[in-house]
């Protein structure tokens, strides 16, 4: 299993920035990608950004260009780096891991941004 630690959110103006980390224990040695996701209320939860174990990375259209993902292995930490938010971002952010062979998946606790206009 891997465990993982949410922390960064917060409100904000809108075209203000964010920065969200989640830091992963457990069997980290494991892990094949790590993701950020996002529930808005009413909606389902959608993928905004993912790095793999390789430092490959892939986007939403909603995030390109303004959101960036990136990781410090030292500290077993990816982060989410948001600039110009919006308020169509405001959302519970959950940070998601995918190890194994299996590709099984872990959560975090989720953090709240509020992104007021």
């Known amino acids: 299993q891997v465990q993982l630690v949410e922390s960064g959110g917060g409100l904000v103006q809108a075209g203000g920035s964010l920065r969200l980390s989640c830091a992963a224990s457990g069997s980290i040695f494991s892990i094949n990608a790590m993701g950020w996701y996002r529930q808005a209320p009413g909606k389902q939860r959608e993928l905004v950004a993912v790095i793999t174990s390789g430092g490959r990375t892939t986007y939403a259209d909603s995030a390109k260009g303004r959101f960036t993902i990136y990781r410090d292995i030292a500290k077993n930490t990816v982060y989410l780096q948001m600039n110009s938010l919006k308020p169509e971002d405001t959302a519970v952010y959950y940070c998601?891991?995918?190890?194994?062979?299996?590709?099984?998946?872990?959560w975090g606790q989720g953090t709240q941004v509020t992104v007021s206009s």
């Open positions: 998601n891991a995918d190890y194994g062979l299996g590709h099984h998946e872990d």
